[in-house]
């Protein structure tokens, strides 16, 4: 059995803030982390989306702060508030240093992504800064031929109908057989000698060099490094000759890979246990209050304040049948139509009643049951198990993750 002032279940962004915000809070709560095994942020992209269009669909928007005030009362934003939203983007900041752009401004940047569209976040690699689309500049997409999660024509044609510049794309070999992203981010971090018996970076470069030019700019795939993936763009700019950037793809994400990888190492400055050898199979509670968690080896994790950080439907925070929808771990009320027939739309990319599904939350983030009144008191919740938002829709997952890790992480704290 271990025991903690606060315990985190959930390692994704909303997870890791919450757990570093109670750590770093006065004080200096004990924080115990509970999280699946291997790199928790490989599916985010990297990229932290504020908001980028409004739940009735106005964007992309410029300045996300511009619509805060006129979202829903059961929106996350409006529950925590515009100021905890600035506090957890500062703390974000502050963990990835220089390596992101965005926070020296409120406005959205428009970062190509593999699909051809243009994304509007508010915090982004360095590694993606020189494909923005606020610089006019043409620019060549190069795709890996095996690498079928970005296809450099198809997204060269798509990114060239919404912006006023010119874009080619092509796919080009990969020195390596690989198929993984992953894979192919370390074979270039370890630049071994590839088939043609040059170095792997220089094989690749010779590759792109066919489409380089002064006047253009190149997307790679985001798979340029895991750990030296400054020097593998600074050594590919200084041989083509032209500014370089990646390419935000699905998952695995290399950039939310190496996102991970410094929160990581924030939590282990701030004294954060991180518990990964054990998955959370069920609770102990009693009289309105939350004692324990179980792991599936058998310990169990008891604190003083918890925070629920699972995830929505696709990450199994929630789960479904023919007729109802659950919260698995507390059993926090869902609040969703009891006929099926009312969760989505019939146009595909309809309003889905489904998509904004989670748990009802206080002003403290303490999950609701359904008389309203709050389940456990020593329970908060934050990120994508919360109701009340369509991440997807609205480009909002990152901010309200990080919004909501850092309120529920500090008010955890605070009450222990």
């Known amino acids: ?123 982004y690699p360095r590694s993606v800064e020189a494909g923005l689309a606020s610089e006019r500049r043409e620019t060549t997409l190069l795709g890996f031929k095996r690498l079928p999660s970005f296809d450099g024509p198809p997204a060269a044609d798509r990114l060239e109908a919404v912006v006023p510049y010119r874009v080619d794309g092509f796919n080009v070999d990969f020195p390596s057989e690989t198929e993984d992203p992953v894979e192919m981010a370390e074979f270039l971090d370890e630049n071994p000698v590839a088939s043609t018996g040059n170095p792997a970076r220089e094989s690749l470069a010779a590759s792109a060099r066919i489409y380089q030019s002064s006047e253009k700019r190149i997307g790679f795939p985001a798979v340029l490094g895991l750990e030296r993936h400054r020097e593998i763009r ?22 939310g890979m190496r996102l991970d990888s410094q929160f990581d190492a924030a939590l282990a400055s701030a004294g954060v246990s991180v518990e990964r050898e054990a998955t959370v199979t069920g609770a102990e509670t009693g009289d309105g209050h939350v004692d324990s968690v ?51 739309e019939r146009d595909p990319f309809g309003d889905h009643a489904f998509a904004r599904f989670g748990v009802s939350v206080d002003d403290g983030l303490r999950p609701l049951g359904a008389d309203d009144v709050s389940a456990f008191g020593n329970l908060r919740a934050a990120g994508r198990v919360l109701g009340g938002f369509d991440y997807a829709a609205e480009n909002s997952g990152g901010g309200v993750a990080v919004a909501t890790g850092y309120a529920a992480g500090l008010r955890a704290a605070e009450t222990v």
Do not use: I
């Open 1 to 123: 059995m271990s025991e903690a002032d606060v315990c985190v279940v959930g390692g994704g962004l909303a997870g890791k803030v919450a757990a570093l915000t109670a750590a770093r809070a006065d004080g200096g709560a004990s924080v115990t982390l509970v999280t699946e095994p291997g790199p928790d942020l490989r599916d985010t992209g990297g990229l932290v989306d504020v908001l980028g269009y409004t739940p009735g669909g106005r964007g992309p928007l410029v300045n996300p702060f511009w619509a805060l005030d006129d979202l829903p009362e059961t929106h996350p934003y409006t529950v925590v508030g515009e100021g905890t939203l600035r506090d957890g983007l500062a703390l974000f900041d502050d963990v990835v240093g220089d390596s992101y752009g965005g926070g020296d401004t409120d406005r959205n940047a428009l970062v190509p992504t593999a699909f051809g569209r243009l994304r509007p976040t508010g915090r």
């Open 234 to 255: 600074q050594q590919f700019e200084d041989a083509l000759e032209v500014r370089v950037f990646e390419v935000p793809a699905g998952s695995p994400s290399v950039p």
């Open 294 to 344: 179980r792991l599936s080896s058998g310990e169990t994790v008891t604190a003083s304040q918890f925070v629920l950080a699972t995830g929505g439907l696709a990450e199994g925070g929630l789960a479904s049948t023919r007729t109802t929808v659950t919260e698995p771990l507390f059993d926090c009320h869902v609040d969703a139509p009891d006929d099926r027939g009312e969760w989505a």
